[in-house]
């Protein structure tokens, strides 16, 4: 199998979306964005041995590979609409190849995400997809719009990939049936796409947690030059990790962990009920952890009740620490 083959069988005779005037097969793809909409743009890259292990499927790693991405447009509240793979891939393996496409372009379905670009090239299994979303005009939700006084909510349970991918580099110790549990979370990550669009005209700013949950806080209150107090004890995860691991274990996993892809976001006291009814339209939990504050920096206690400070080993995942 050629390059041109592989692009010919696998990734050109996609379905197309209306607003792709001209797909994969020329230079450059076109779309028409609708009247009204701002587009989104962000890219994200793979590499072995950084953001995967040798072993994962090419299932698990062509969902992780896309979901990541649909994660910003999330983080957003846009809509993700079309994406440009590029591989580095050491050979053509025609089954890894079909495996591999069929789980991307599962998951592209499922969130209306259409192919319309991107290159391969011989390579150590190296993976950039870049993502373009709308949304409407000026609705965006940024980094630098949280407010002093807004509550801080996150979606989902937080420090469950931390946790698996620590149990497999043996740096914890994990039951079979709770590893199980995380291991999902770590390879096949939903992005909160539904969530992002609930919650446009109630929040303020949000981002997706990638990095660790204290780190992504932190992007926001630098953009809004704000502080931020929050609750450990109120940060949701698996119950069942607090069971089984010491509580400064699963403190650094869900504060600092990383990989979760779940949305954290900020937004005025009053909107509470909105939020959770939001919430419950998209189907997704959330969970209010902490507030925005006027001190400039991040403040992490026990609880709501306990103010004590916690003092985090790290924030969270630096590529070139």
Known sequence: MTEFDFIRKYLQNQQQDHQVVLGIGDDAAIVRPQAGCD????????????????????????WK???????????????PKWALLSAGLRELDEDWLRRFCNSFFDLAQRFGVTLIGGDTTRGDLVFNVTIIGELPQGQALRRDA?????????S?????????LNCVLKQCDLPSEIFQQCEAELLRPMPRVALGQAILNVAHAAQDVSDGLAQDIGHILAASNVGAEIWADEV???????AVLPREQWLQYTLAG????????????????????????SD??????????????????????????IALISLGFDHFG
């Open 156 to 164: 989902g349970k937080i420090g469950l990939a931390a946790s698996a």
């Open 39 to 62: 587009l989104c743009f962000s890219a994200d890259m793979l590499l072995k041995k950084k953001h995967f292990f040798e072993s994962i499927t090419p299932e698990d790693l062509a």
């Open 65 to 79: 590979v896309l979901a990541v991405n649909i994660s910003d447009m999330a983080a957003m509240g846009a809509k």
């Open 236 to 242: 949701p995860t698996l119950p069942s990790l607090k």
């Open 284 to 309: 997704t939990p959330i969970t209010r952890i902490g507030k925005i504050t006027d001190t400039g920096r991040l403040k992490v206690v026990n609880s709501v009740s306990d103010g004590t400070e």
């Open 146 to 154: 949280a407010k002093v006084g807004d509550d801080i909510w996150v």
């Open 258 to 281: 990383g990989d979760d892809y779940e949305l954290v976001f900020t937004a005025p006291q009053n909107y509470r009920e909105a939020l959770l009814a939001a919430a419950q339209k």
